[in-house]
């Protein structure tokens, strides 16, 4: 386990250390926190014991064309899916069993269907985490969907380890279908640098259609130097790139997939640079992206023939492509003119459009209610064994790491940006701030007056209320920012660090984190939660749209239409780069001195607006050098949140075991 032994210790100091037990070598008193957490269990048929489903089903059936796609992405390892949130309750065993259903129906039509992921699947969840190396248990489980293409996130590049893993273990497993256009990785085997998957892919489909695939990361820089990640504009001039554009094997559609925002408006996409590269030598023929990384719904319409989908985030949302207009004039394709018995897709990708090609685009919520609604089964004949297999390794994995170990119980529910910085309901004044001015103490130094800085892209989820168990822990935290300090600057100074970080550049644990702000207010879903009304109800048979509950309501280049289940709004709040903390300030008056408190990642920052008389030999680690932002919500939830411990509600109801 991560700093087990550590937030066991901060327990102790903050709680007392009767409530801790002893940490022994064997596994039956092994160092994965307090023994006498209370498990968090209920026992159902179907997704992980817990988790709610969904009240309300899809909106209509899906528009099945000759060419159907099924996208994920920025999975960051939600593989058990949300357990406390009813709009995202199905896990990865449900969604095995969607897809051979869905590839099943596809082949009983007479059409294709491809699946596709774009990247980023460690730094979410403690099913990625918890390891020793992230991914170590959960790459394969989700191995166990056959995707037809993947991609590399900048998730997999961060740490030497996990980017050698994806070079030594996955990319030799996917063989060509793991295409990482422009992501080298040094083979200490030859000292040399290469590409951690194929440069590209050719194949053909079931039907005959013959696709020309490339998988383009952003322009990313915060790479551990194991890797490189070529520039889209230099990628577009080499020699393989233009061996595959020139090729004398036949190209009916390209498919540009990555984890790249899909919006030609977002600077940090470049896609548009291989777009372009690409419609140079093939100007009419049909070009359908994938995208990825910024954690929004979206779709973006780049010409007549060539739309792109992003889907989303954490396993909340399943994106769906589909196309139709192919026929022995334009293609190889041999499948049937549409699919019978099912809407097909009638838009062009522009009003007035010429070209002979018609899409259609949904964003599907992750839950049992939509997979059983799209693949025309009930509840009782929906799973296959593969699925449920599946899902009963994933609920193994959760004992094994001890997940729903739980330090607390939540109070009342906190989001990230729901609501106002300065509200209640805001995460960071009520938890974040107050957690860190609690446990975020030097012991010898526990009565200096302290600041403590730190940045809000650190904190990547809201806490519904219920039980606060070890795998919250990694989902609202899952970066690990040791903790540094300058020890007693004049007050003067370090109490206007805070306005000049806001003021100034915002790291983002910064290409480090590197997720865009969503768009628009409705494209953030947080507090999706059930609320005490709909727990209390005892609702007989669902029927579509009885309840629009909280959710993604999105708007892209087509309009407000493409949400395969209609949801009320929910406000978005921007929050601003970084938040301060206090603690051990006088009852009254100001302190002379503090000790300024941060992340290490933005250390230049503060020297740097502390001015020249401060330099980095003068920093330390605060607490200790394994002490991180990963280390102090564990040990604050054991503090504060033991009221209702043992029959903690979710959202007003108990769930009992």
């Known amino acids: 386990?991560?700093?087990?032994?550590?937030?066991?210790?901060?327990?102790a100091a903050v709680v007392g250390p009767s409530l801790v037990a002893a940490c022994g070598e064997d596994a039956e008193h092994s160092c994965y926190?307090?023994?006498?957490?209370?498990?968090?269990?209920?026992?159902?048929?179907?997704m992980q014991p817990g988790a709610p489903n969904a009240t309300s089903l899809p909106k209509g059936p899906l528009e099945w064309g000759q060419i159907n796609f099924l996208h994920t992405t920025d999975t960051h390892g939600w593989l058990e899916g949300h357990i406390k949130q009813q709009n995202y309750g199905a896990d990865w065993g449900d969604f095995v069993t969607f897809t051979r259903r869905m590839k099943q129906t596809a082949g009983n039509m007479g059409a294709d269907l491809l699946l596709l992921d774009t990247g980023d699947l460690h730094d979410g969840t403690g099913l990625s985490d918890a390891t020793k190396q992230d991914g170590e248990l959960s790459m394969p489980i989700f191995d166990e969907v056959a995707y037809d293409l993947l991609t590399i996130g900048n998730h997999e590049l961060y740490v030497t380890e996990v980017a050698y893993q994806m070079f030594n273990t996955w990319a030799k497993k996917w063989g060509d279908r793991y295409v990482t256009s422009n992501v080298k990785i040094l083979n200490p085997q030859t000292n040399e640098f290469e590409y951690v998957g194929s440069t590209h892919r050719y194949f053909t489909t079931a039907k005959g259609l013959r696709i020309m695939a490339f998988g383009v990361l952003f322009d990313f820089t915060g790479n551990s130097n194991v890797s490189q990640v070529i520039k889209a504009a230099d990628m577009v001039k080499q020699g393989w790139f233009a061996d595959a554009l020139n090729t004398k094997e036949p190209v009916d559609m390209f498919v540009l997939f990555g984890h790249n925002p899909i919006s030609q408006k977002d600077k940090g996409s470049t896609f548009?640079?291989?777009?372009?590269?690409?419609?140079?030598?093939?100007?009419?023929?049909?070009?359908t992206m994938f995208g990825g990384h910024s954690h929004i719904r979206d779709f973006a319409v780049y010409d007549d023939s060539s739309v792109g989908i992003e889907s989303g985030r954490y396993c909340e949302t399943l994106g769906w492509v589909s196309m139709t207009g192919f026929d022995a004039s334009n293609s190889g394709y041999k499948g049937i003119k549409n699919p019978h018995g099912v809407p097909n897709p009638s838009r062009p990708a522009t009003e007035g459009a010429k070209s002979p090609f018609k899409y259609s685009r949904r964003y599907l919520d992750w839950n049992r209610n939509t997979f059983i609604y799209h693949t025309k089964q009930q509840p009782k004949s929906f799973d296959y064994h593969s699925g449920t297999r599946v899902t009963g390794q994933i609920t193994e994995v959760r004992e094994e790491l001890r997940l729903g170990d739980v330090y607390g119980c939540a109070p009342k529910s906190w989001c990230m940006e729901c609501a106002p910085f300065d509200s209640e309901q805001n995460l960071f004044p009520g938890v974040i701030i107050p957690a860190v001015s609690k446990i975020v103490v030097r012991p010898e130094r526990k009565d200096k007056a302290r600041i403590i800085l730190g940045n809000t892209g650190s904190v990547r989820y809201d806490i519904p209320q219920g039980p606060f168990t070890y795998d919250d822990n990694f989902i609202v935290s899952p970066f690990r920012d040791v903790f540094r300090y300058l020890k007693d600057v004049p007050y003067d100074k370090a109490q206007?660090?805070?306005?000049?970080l806001n003021n100034g550049r915002v790291d983002k644990r910064s290409d480090l984190v590197s997720m865009a702000t969503p768009q628009d207010e409705c494209t953030n879903p947080t507090m999706g939660y059930l609320t005490r009304r709909q727990m209390r109800e005892n609702r007989g048979p669902i029927r579509r749209q009885e309840i629009v509950t909280p959710g993604y309501v999105t708007k892209d280049d087509w309009g407000t239409d493409g949400d395969d289940t209609e949801h009320s709004p929910i406000p978005f709040m921007r929050n601003p780069g970084y938040y301060e903390s206090r603690g051990g300030f006088p009852a009254e008056g100001s302190p002379e001195v503090v000790d300024v408190v941060f992340y290490d990642f933005i250390e230049k920052y503060i020297l740097q607006y502390l001015g020249s008389a401060y330099n980095a030999s003068m920093v330390d680690c605060y607490i200790d050098c394994s002490f991180t932002s990963q280390d102090f919500l564990l040990p604050y939830a054991k503090a504060v949140w033991q009221e209702n411990i043992e029959n903690c509600p979710i959202g007003g109801k108990v769930i009992e075991a």
């Open 496 to 500: 206007k660090l805070i306005k000049q």
């Open 33 to 46: 926190g307090p023994q006498n957490n209370v498990e968090y269990v209920r026992q159902v048929k179907r």
């Open 1 to 11: 386990m991560k700093s087990i032994t550590l937030v066991n210790s901060l327990i």
């Open 272 to 287: 548009k640079t291989v777009w372009d590269a690409i419609r140079k030598v093939h100007p009419a023929t049909p070009i």
